[in-house]
């Protein structure tokens, strides 16, 4: 899932990997763009940002989608053998443009641009 995840994520500029409390997350500057942990149940996740009204939609969808709570724009899907991967990776392109600088964000194609 990790390598998976990089694959993603490598690409945007500036955006590195570190270890976390709990698993790993990629960030830009001191902005996390996605964090992922394992859970107690085995199952793996992975945090990310997104608009409120996307983060309000997550919740009513449930599983396998999932609302930080503490923070009005943080969201997470539970990965699994059943992971759309491509709508995984329009996720993290939007989270990344929200948490990078403007000038880093311009340089990224978002899906449907």
């Known amino acids: 899932m990790i390598r998976r995840l990089a694959a993603i994520l490598d690409r945007f500029p500036d955006c590195r990997i570190e270890d976390a409390w709990t698993g790993v997350r990629w960030r ?35 599983h396998p989608y999932f609302s930080l709570g503490w923070t009005g724009n943080g969201a997470g899907m539970i990965l699994d053998d ?23 964000a311009s340089q990224v194609a978002r899906p449907g641009d």
């Open 82 to 104: 059943n992971t759309d991967w491509t709508e995984l990776a329009e996720l993290l392109t939007d989270s990344y443009c929200i948490q990078a600088p403007a000038r880093l």
């Open 28 to 62: 830009v500057g001191q902005a996390t763009v996605a964090h992922v942990f394992g859970g107690e149940d085995q199952l793996y996740r992975v945090t990310f940002r997104a608009d409120p009204d996307e983060v309000a939609a997550f919740e009513h969808l449930g």
